[in-house]
């Protein structure tokens, strides 16, 4: 059966035996990983009751990829993958297992959370470029990176919808305290799959410094256009993409006056929207198209966080941020899959890391933003800002992508993936 499902092309990667490993190890993990983004996003609202506070967790969840994450990728490009994410993933889980005993014990306060998440923040920075980069070096085949990445953006979301749903009934009946703690042990299951894995490894023509690897990896991304431009153009989408972490918490306590439950279901609504959009992604569109339906998808998720803020009802609001969701989902494995496609192998790690600081490290800058203007002028202004903000790059990216279009062929040509799906 398995192999039957390994043959169709949305699927062609579970062909690979690493990549099966891996994608079983993050099922389990990511549903915990989403539980305690939406019990942390709760526990700082009890705590503060402020928007802003909820912005600046996120912030320092993510900020230190603007420093350590322009020189991961020169650390990943020169040692082994595998270990880097054993002992990344074990960082993970100490982190869990710590917010679980502080709020356990009740000693819990605001600044702990802020530390926690800031650490949990530098360890992320390796960690995010190193599952990335190593999703390639797992297949067999290199007709199986969209389907791999579509993949794994399915569990993702599949993730998303169930971890956040299930969080919200446990706050209400035990509280933050089993979200954190089973968050803790699913990362027992991922690094236990991890040490079951063989990852290629790409042979460096020279052992090269942090500091020279960084700039070579830097120098060949500006002298690059099509990929620059990519890099910049998904670095404000992610600008305007992470504003929802803030303001879907805040809405549902301070618009709806609602509990965590409805949090709960605001998430499951985004999930739900990005599974449809990952099932969407898996239509058969060739790699040189991709980047048409970035620009439909920047809108569309532009369109369901405008609705999404001026909603009066739950209702409403879960069928805006099922729109929102499928927008946003599309657009992320569009920009990953065009990336990962037209960069040298040799040079992966250290692209990666770029984009995963426009992606992880600015997107917070929006987050806190979102946070401060709704403390200011409310959560319908503040949607409404980045909503429009969405729409608008939409129409600019129409412009601005097409003109990279010749570049981005060229290098699928010389790839040998200009036709495949």
């Not at 490290?361 to 409310?378: C, K, Q, R």
Request: charged share 15%; proline share 2%; hydrophobic share 50%.
């Amino acid at each position: 059966m398995l192999i039957r499902i390994s043959q169709m092309k949305a699927f062609r990667a579970l062909g690979a035996e690493n990549f099966r490993i891996f994608i079983l190890g993050q099922s389990v993990s990511l549903v915990g990983t989403w539980m305690q983004r939406l019990a942390m996003s709760w526990l700082v609202l009890r705590l503060t009751n402020s928007g802003t506070g909820l912005g600046l967790v996120e912030l320092s969840n993510q900020a230190p990829i603007l420093i350590t994450g322009f020189f991961a990728g020169a650390i990943l490009d020169r040692y082994d993958l595998k270990k880097i994410l054993i002992i990344t993933q074990s960082l993970c889980m100490l982190q869990a297992f710590s917010l679980a005993f502080l709020d356990f014990t009740g000693i819990i306060r605001y600044q702990q959370v802020l530390f926690l998440s800031l650490m949990l923040g530098l360890v992320t920075s390796i960690d995010l470029p190193a599952r990335q980069s190593s999703v390639v070096r797992m297949l067999d085949k290199p007709d199986q990176l969209n389907s791999a990445l579509t993949i794994n953006s399915t569990v993702f979301n599949l993730a998303r919808l169930i971890g956040p749903a299930f969080a919200g009934f446990a706050i209400q009946a035990v509280g933050e305290t089993m979200c954190f703690f089973l968050n803790g042990l699913a990362y027992v299951g991922v690094i236990f799959s991890l040490t079951r894995l063989k990852i290629k490894k790409v042979d460096m023509p020279v052992r090269q410094s942090g500091w020279q690897g960084f700039k070579e990896g830097l120098d060949y991304t500006m002298r690059f256009h099509a990929l620059r431009r990519i890099l910049l153009t998904s670095t404000v989408f992610y600008f305007l993409c992470f504003s929802y972490s803030t303001l879907l918490p805040f809405s549902a306590k301070n618009v709806f006056n609602s509990d965590a439950s409805t949090l709960g279901f605001f998430l499951g609504s985004v999930g739900l929207g990005a599974i449809i959009g990952v099932i969407y992604q898996a239509s058969s569109v060739p790699i040189n198209k991709l980047h048409i339906r970035a620009i439909y998808s920047v809108g569309i998720f532009g369109f369901g966080l405008a609705s999404f803020s001026i909603s009066s009802s739950i209702e409403l609001s879960c069928a805006a941020l099922t729109v929102l969701g499928f927008g946003m989902s599309t657009a992320a494995v569009c920009f990953n899959t065009l990336v990962q496609s037209i960069i040298e192998e040799e040079k992966r790690g250290r692209v990666m890391s770029l984009y995963t600081v426009g992606n992880i490290g600015i997107g917070p800058l929006g987050s806190l933003t979102a946070g401060v203007l709704a403390d200011i002028f409310g959560g319908i202004f503040s949607g409404l800002v980045f909503g429009l903000g969405a729409i608008f790059l939409a129409f600019y990216m129409k412009h601005t992508l097409k003109l990279i279009e010749p570049s981005v062929l060229m290098k699928l040509r010389e790839k040998e993936l200009v036709d495949v799906v």
